[in-house]
C-alpha cells in the first residue's frame, strides 16, 4: 500500500519567514496530493491540494508544489504569522480512493 | 471550502456504556464518509469507510461489532462505540468527500471514565 513520509517533525520560523514542509510517497498510482492544517482540538481543514497532471499551485501565501518522477511534494508558506502555527499534514491518494496521511509537521510561527 | 458537523464535540462516559457520534454534511451530498481516530500528537488512523445504504468496510484491526458505523443518507453517518472502555478515549473525527476531496468534521474527544 501507500507509505507517506513526512519532514521535518517540527519547524520554528519567525514572523516574516517562509517555512517548506516536504513529503514523499511510495506508490506511483497515486495522483491527488492535499494537505491540510489541523490546530490544537479541531478537525483538519483543507488548506490547499495538488493533482498530479500539476506540478504547482498557489493560493495567496500558500503554495504546492509536485514532482512526480521522484515522488515528492511539498507546502510553502511564505510571510509566516503566528497564526499559521498549527500541526500540518501532507496526504495521498489515487483518485478516489482513501488519503494516507504523512506523520505532521508541528509549525510554530514566533512573534 | 464544504462544511462537515459532528455531534456532540465532547462526551464522557462510564466504562461500559455505548455512544453515538453525529457527522454530517452540510451543504453538500457526501457519496462516501470516513471515520478516524487521533491520539495525541499523533496522525490520523483511518477506522472505516462508508458508502451510503451500503454497509461499512473497516480497516484491520478495527472491531467492527465495537464501533457501528450506519450511513443512513448522503449528509449522515453515525458512529456508535459499544461497551466502551478506558482504552477507547480518543479524538474521533469524521470526514465527507462528495468527489475527490475530503472535508472533516471538528472531531469529538470521547473520555471513558
Known amino acids: 500500500g501507500e507509505n507517506v513520509e513526512q519532514h521535518p517533525s517540527t519547524l520554528s520560523v519567525q514572523e516574516g519567514d517562509s517555512a517548506v514542509i516536504k513529503c514523499t510517497y511510495s506508490d506511483s498510482a497515486s495522483n491527488y496530493f492535499p494537505w491540510y492544517k489541523q490546530e490544537l482540538g479541531k478537525g483538519p481543514q483543507l488548506i490547499i491540494d495538488i493533482r498530479s497532471n500539476v506540478g504547482e499551485k498557489k493560493d495567496q501565501r500558500i503554495a504546492v508544489t509536485l514532482n512526480k518522477t521522484a515522488k515528492h511534494f511539498s507546502l510553502h508558506i511564505t510571510e509566516t504569522q503566528p497564526e499559521d502555527s498549527a500541526v500540518y499534514f501532507c496526504a495521498a491518494s489515487k483518485g478516489y480512493s482513501t488519503l494516507t496521511f504523512g506523520k505532521g509537521t508541528m509549525l510554530l510561527v514566533s512573534p | 471550502g464544504a462544511v462537515v458537523s459532528q455531534h456532540p464535540s465532547w462526551v464522557i462516559c462510564k466504562s461500559g456504556t455505548s455512544v453515538k457520534i453525529e457527522c454530517r454534511s452540510l451543504?453538500?451530498?457526501?457519496?462516501?464518509m470516513f471515520w478516524y481516530r487521533q491520539f495525541p500528537k499523533q496522525s490520523l488512523m483511518l477506522m472505516a469507510t462508508s458508502n451510503e445504504g451500503s454497509k461499512a468496510t473497516y480497516e484491520q484491526g478495527v472491531e467492527k461489532d465495537k464501533f457501528l458505523i450506519n450511513h443512513a443518507s448522503l449528509t449522515l453517518s453515525t458512529l456508535t462505540v459499544t461497551s466502551a472502555h478506558p482504552e477507547d478515549s480518543s479524538f474521533y473525527i469524521c470526514?465527507?468527500?462528495?468527489?475527490?476531496?475530503?472535508?472533516f468534521g471538528p472531531g469529538t474527544r470521547l473520555t471513558v471514565l
Open positions: 451543504d453538500f451530498q457526501a457519496t462516501t
Open positions: 470526514s465527507a468527500s462528495g468527489e475527490i476531496e475530503q472535508f
